[in-house]
C-alpha cells in the first residue's frame, strides 16, 4: 500500500542501492539512479542537486508541507 508520507522504505531502497555501488561521487551516483532506480538523467542530477545543496532537515520540512498541500508532482514535471 502506497503511503506518501512514509518513505522509510525508500530510504533503505536508495542507501541500499547506494552501498552497492561502493563509490559515493556525484557522477556515479547519477548512473546508479538512472540504471538501477529509472530516473532520467535530467531528474538524476536534479534529486542529487537538491539532496546537497538542501539537505534532509529542509528537504523533509519541504515534504511535509507538499504532503499537507497534496502536491504530488510539482511543477517541474518530475
Request: aromatic share 8%; glycine share 6%; hydrophobic share 45%.
Amino acid at each position: 500500500m502506497y503511503v506518501p508520507h512514509d518513505v522509510s522504505n525508500l530510504v533503505e531502497e536508495y542507501r541500499s542501492l547506494f552501498d552497492e555501488v561502493g563509490d559515493d561521487t556525484l557522477d556515479s551516483l547519477k548512473e546508479t539512479l538512472m540504471h538501477e532506480a529509472e530516473w532520467t538523467a535530467g531528474a538524476a542530477e536534479h534529486l542529487l542537486q537538491l539532496a546537497t545543496e538542501y539537505g534532509s532537515f529542509m528537504l523533509r520540512n519541504a515534504l511535509a508541507i507538499a504532503l499537507a498541500l497534496d502536491i504530488e508532482d510539482g511543477e517541474l514535471g518530475f
